[in-house]
């Protein structure tokens, strides 16, 4: 299974940033962190609109794309490990969305296979990227048997 998580703007050095690199640092499946931003000056729905572009543009070919959006579901950790071990075992190749400060377009939240939820709170989308990292590695340490993950 090869991951990619595509996120909307730049982290510059920090907690943010380094939190997302522990996690990263971790997982053993093959990741790639991508980031695309649009720079230019654009209304809310035109940066809507551009971003999916720019996510679109950097999803992997046949990639299941999971979207991260408050629209989604929520599941718990286990449930989402479960769900990683038959992409896993399909040799998926999957993608994890994050918005901007807007969130996603509907034409994103529309061609994912799965729109997930981190819960009914509102969170900054940099933090989002740590947050998904953090359940990749505890979905990869629950399928290990190993005891990170207690019930």
């Known amino acids: ?12 050095a920090g907690p943010l940033k380094a939190l997302q690199e522990f996690y990263a640092e ?5 990741l790639t962190i991508r980031e695309v931003e649009e720079r230019r000056k654009l209304s809310p729905p035109e940066l809507k609109a ?32 479960a769900r990683l071990a038959k992409w896993r075992d ?34 900054p989308h940099l933090l989002v990227r740590g947050m998904i990292l953090e359940q990749i590695y505890r979905a990869q340490q629950i399928l290990a048997g190993h005891p990170y993950h207690r019930e």
């Open 26 to 30: 971790r997982i053993r499946w093959p």
């Open 50 to 81: 551009r971003e999916a572009e720019l996510i679109l543009a950097a999803l992997p070919k046949d990639a299941v794309l999971v979207a991260l959006d408050a629209r989604g579901k929520n599941i718990s950790s286990t449930d989402f490990a």
């Open 90 to 123: 399909a040799d998926a190749s999957l993608a994890f969305v994050i918005g901007g400060a807007d969130g996603l377009a509907d034409g994103i939240i529309d061609k994912a296979k799965l729109v997930l939820a981190l819960g009914t709170l509102t969170w």
């Open 1 to 12: 299974m090869r991951l990619t998580i595509i996120a909307v703007g730049r982290h510059k």
